[in-house]
């Protein structure tokens, strides 16, 4: 995944703990959309592993 796209992304997860959705949406969705087929499957495995990035909860507060 290309640095700019991970730091987008990295971006995107702060502002989301935030409750800022509206400006991590903003952030985010550029760098979805134009990722080729490659880092669009790196985007979702990121995605998929850092899901607390997003939510701020840690495995312990979700179980």
Same mark, same amino acid.
């Given at each position: 995944?290309? #640095?700019?796209? $991970?730091?987008? $992304?990295?971006?995107?997860?702060?502002?989301?703990?935030?409750?800022?959705?509206?400006?991590?949406? $903003?952030?985010?969705? #550029?760098?979805?959309?134009?990722? *080729?087929?490659?880092?669009?499957?790196?985007?979702?495995?990121? $995605?998929?592993?850092?899901?607390? *990035?997003?939510?701020?909860?840690? *495995?312990?507060?979700?179980?």
């Amino acid at each position: 995944m290309r #640095p700019s796209t $991970l730091r987008a $992304l990295q971006r995107a997860a702060e502002l989301t703990r935030q409750n800022r959705l509206t400006e991590a949406v $903003l952030i985010a969705e #550029p760098v979805i959309l134009t990722a *080729d087929t490659y880092e669009g499957e790196e985007i979702l495995r990121w $995605l998929a592993a850092h899901v607390t *990035d997003f939510t701020g909860e840690t *495995d312990k507060e979700i179980r």
